[in-house]
């Protein structure tokens, strides 16, 4: 009678025991040592794995923050704030992490730019591009038929009424997809603060770029001079600005072509 | 010689109205060269050529003036002689930017050919007229444009037992083949046989479709003498007879690995108009500065088949037959299946244009394209045996692993699955994405390996 109990329970006691200790030893030599500030970080960054610092997703980048010294300002959906945390965690400096959003670098809607033929092929800007310019007469312009509102994982970027793509700078989180996305290289990524743009990036002779659209950039450098070549330069026959210096809201009124823009660029007419 | 039916039955045609009539029986036209030419860079496959004239410079009609970049590229030649007006940007017939050489012509036609010619080429070693080939810029005619010199030196380890002469012209409309082997045979005929001493000697097999027996007629005339094993096969007439691929099947009963080169299989295949320009390089040392061109349409007044000059623009090429007879609707380079809608009149014909055609506004339909109803029918017209409907599908959805599976690769741009779609899908269009797609992600997975290798 008490074989029948005490037997079982001290063999299966016994191999709890055995077990337990073989865990213990293997715990012991088999430690593999993970920084636990990997953790805390990963929890710091916002897991949306946008990938638009460079790593395969938020777990990447903060491993390549704790134990290669990645920089931690680079995730662009996190604030400045969010990047200060991730540093003081680290106590490591946090350099300026500048917000930056993205940007259409083209306001030739519709209404202003003038469409050569009738374009009834995909709707897509792709395809539309390698059809001699997809019906569009500027051959820089905006295409408008939203491959990057497509690939922006935010809806931020809107193609609207006019056939324009345009970047609602407040829902932006600057992953960088669309830059990627668009056939023309018009997008890029430029600091949030920085409120004058030039919206435009035909590098043709003036004559042509009046022909093509109402508000392209005519090379006429009446901006480069008003800025006494402060925060913007010419390349060619066109005008850039020069996002590392600030620049004057006045240069608005002195480009005759309403190019130069404060943001956010105002809605289309 | 033999005139026989062609062996074997392809799986997908397309039995099409041919709409030829309006030009098959009109004798070839010389057109007297425009005043002023646009030699336009990239007329062929591959990389654009390079100009080496400047603006001001003096040339004779034949003179090479752009060079071959890389690998895949072909020699430009002046089509008239004069002056370089201009060197310049514009778009292609094929829609896509690319620089241009202005000419003016002065009238003179003053010769400025380099080529060396070698109508003694029988008694001379084959491969050494590949480099003649090459410097008078002959690219393939029938509307690809890859250059002859690479396609007629096979990679070693292939032999190429049978050249097969393109005739078919299988596009509607088009007449340029049809009209320049019924009245320049002659010619035809030594090209090939040029072309045969250089390959070797391999079986000559002329193909062309049942519906033209003049053209039939004429070249059995040109070769009644013809020795070895040659051929003539007629096709029946059904679209796209003519792509290099169903040829091959339909002549040889050989098909082509996924992937393949027509090499593979041991087959070659040259456009007549190819052939022809073969033997005005080699035998008359003339380099490729002008092409029969059919320029129809129910929209031109007076339909012809133009023998014009290179660098014509599409505007000249109208004035001479007369103008258009009304609001013109669409102006197609090539045929109306595979050819490319050009946005004006000002863009210059290349060495592939082989036709113009003008619709009517009325004719041109616009449409909204709908869903895919699963009915089939682009999988039952696909020459390629592809299923077109599920590869779209695909591409839509951004499934580039399924793209791939499906073999979008071999995907030969006919047009077929796009003609009989009754939801007016814009299949080719989605096609040709897909395949862009899947060689962009080819392309960055073998840079990111080549980075890889370079690390480890």
């Known amino acids: 009678m008490l074989n029948t109990l005490l037997v079982p329970v001290l063999v299966i006691g016994l191999a709890g025991f055995l077990c337990g200790l073989l865990l213990a030893i293997a715990a012991r030599f088999l430690h593999v040592f993970e920084d636990p500030r990997i953790e805390k ?106 491959n990057c509102a497509r690939v922006c994982p935010v809806g931020a970027i809107q193609t609207g009424a006019h056939n324009l793509a345009v970047v609602d700078p407040g829902r932006c989180i600057s992953c960088g997809l669309c830059v990627k996305a668009c ?13 004058v743009h030039i919206l435009c990036r035909n590098r043709d002779r003036g004559v042509m770029t009046r022909k093509a659209c109402d508000v392209g950039c005519i090379a006429c450098q009446k901006c480069v001079k008003a800025a006494t070549g402060q925060g913007l330069h010419m390349e060619g026959n066109l005008a850039v600005v020069d996002y590392t210096l600030p620049l004057s809201p006045e240069l608005v009124g002195v480009c005759p072509q309403k190019t130069i823009h404060q943001r956010p660029a105002g809605p289309l007419p | 010689m033999k005139t026989i039916k062609a062996p074997f039955k392809l799986p997908n045609t397309l039995h099409l109205h041919y709409h030829k009539e309006a030009t098959a029986a009109l004798a070839l ?46 020699w430009a030649h002046a089509s008239v002689s004069g002056v370089v007006k201009s060197i310049g940007e514009g778009l292609s017939t094929s829609g896509r930017p690319t620089t241009f050489i202005e000419l003016e012509n002065d009238g003179l036609d003053r010769p400025g050919s380099t080529l060396q010619p070698r109508p003694d080429w029988a008694s001379a070693d084959g491969k050494s007229l590949i480099p003649l080939i090459a410097a008078a810029g002959i690219v ?83 070769m009644a003498r013809a020795d070895g094993d040659v051929e003539i096969v007629s096709l029946p007439a059904a679209y796209p007879m003519g792509a290099e691929k169903q040829l091959i099947l339909s002549v040889l009963g050989r098909e082509i690995p996924s992937g393949g080169l027509p090499a593979d299989v041991g087959a070659l295949v040259e456009n007549v108009a190819t052939c022809a320009a073969v033997y005005e390089a080699i035998v008359l040392g003339q380099p490729v500065t002008q092409r029969v061109v059919t320029v129809t349409g129910p929209l031109i007044r007076r339909p012809a088949n133009i023998l014009a000059r290179i660098g014509t623009t599409l505007a000249d090429l109208i004035a001479f037959c007369g103008g258009l007879t009304g609001q013109s609707g669409k102006l197609i380079c090539g045929g109306p299946m595979m050819g490319v809608a050009q946005i004006g009149a000002d863009v210059p014909m290349g060495k592939t244009t082989s036709g113009l055609l003008a ?17 089939n029918r682009c999988v039952r017209a696909c020459p390629m045996s592809l299923l077109p409907c599920t590869i779209t599908s695909a591409v839509e959805a951004d499934q580039l692993e399924t793209v791939e599976a499906l073999h979008t690769l071999d995907c030969i741009e006919c047009g077929c699955c796009s003609y009989v779609c009754p939801s007016r899908r814009p299949m080719v269009q989605l096609m040709r994405q897909g395949k862009a797609r899947v060689q962009l992600a080819r392309r960055q997975k073998q840079e990111q390996e080549k980075a890889k290798g370079k690390q480890g």
């Open chain 2, 140 to 222: 393939g005619m029938g509307g690809a444009g890859f250059p002859t010199h690479i396609k007629i030196s096979p990679p070693a380890g292939r032999i190429i037992d049978t050249l097969i002469v393109n005739g078919a012209e299988c596009e509607p409309f088009l007449t340029a083949d049809q009209r320049l082997m019924m009245e320049k045979a002659d010619l035809i005929w030594n090209g090939i046989q040029i072309l045969r001493h250089i390959l070797g000697g391999p079986r000559i097999r002329v193909a062309i479709e049942d519906d033209k027996p003049e053209a039939i007629r004429a070249m059995e005339k040109a």
């Open chain 2, 359 to 375: 619709l009517p506004r009325e004719s041109v339909r616009l449409f909204d394209s709908m869903p895919c109803i699963s009915c």
């Open chain 1, 183 to 195: 056939p023309r290289n018009l997008i890029r990524l430029v600091p949030a603060s920085h409120s």
């Open chain 1, 41 to 146: 970080v990963t929890s710091l960054l916002p897991g949306a794995n946008c990938g638009g610092c460079g790593y395969a997703g938020c777990a990447d980048y903060a491993r390549a923050i704790v134990e290669k010294g990645a920089p931690p300002n680079l995730c662009r959906p996190c604030s400045a704030a969010g990047a200060r945390d991730i540093a003081a965690l680290l106590g490591v400096e946090a350099k300026a992490a500048e917000k930056m959003v993205a940007l259409v670098l083209c306001n030739g809607g519709d209404v202003r730019s003038r469409r050569s033929f009738l374009y009834n092929g995909l709707a897509e800007c792709v395809s539309a591009d390698m059809l001699s310019g997809g019906g569009k007469t500027c051959r820089y312009g905006c295409l408008g038929y939203g």
């Open chain 2, 29 to 74: 036209e010389v057109m007297p060269a425009p005043a002023v030419v646009q030699i336009p860079m990239s007329q062929h496959l591959g990389a654009p050529s390079r100009p080496i004239v400047a603006r001001g410079d003096s040339v004779g009609l034949g003179q090479p003036i752009a060079e071959p970049v890389g690998a895949v590229s072909a």
